[in-house]
């Protein structure tokens, strides 16, 4: 079982920077993959990066590769989302995610948190 809980969302200005977090609970975080996605007013839930268990692979979507980092602490139990250059059409709620897989596909997650909020004003 794990329990993710992100922070770090917010307002920022065309151009900006934010970081999200997340922590997660449990003692097999550094067991899971892990995946930000994000979910915009009136569309589908869009993969966004993902990480494996031990940090040494990250996948990027097209529309954010080069802009955003996905990290993680597996000692603090916590993966981060790095973003720069940000564009109003990162507008979303973001969503961490643990799963089994390494894989692009929400359902193959099992485990997600409540979302942050980004808003990225033009």
């Known amino acids: 079982q794990v329990q993710l809980v992100e922070s770090g969302g917010g307002l920022v200005q065309t151009g900006g920077s934010l970081r999200l977090s997340c922590a997660a609970s449990?003692?097999?975080?550094?067991?899971?993959?892990m995946g930000w996605f994000r979910q915009a007013p009136g569309k589908e839930r869009e993969f966004v990066a993902a990480?494996?268990?031990?940090?040494?692979?990250?996948y990027y979507a097209d529309s954010v590769k080069g802009r955003f980092t996905i990290s993680r602490d597996n000692a603090k139990n916590t993966v981060s989302l790095q973003m720069d250059s940000l564009k109003p059409e990162d507008t979303a709620v973001y969503y961490c995610?643990?799963?089994?897989?390494?894989?692009?596909?929400?359902?193959?997650?099992?485990?997600w948190g409540q979302g942050t909020q980004v808003t990225v004003s033009s």
């Open positions: 995610a643990a799963g089994r897989i390494y894989t692009v596909y929400a359902n193959r997650y099992g485990y």
């Open positions: 990480i494996n268990s031990s940090g040494g692979r990250t």
């Open positions: 449990g003692r097999t975080f550094n067991s899971y993959v």
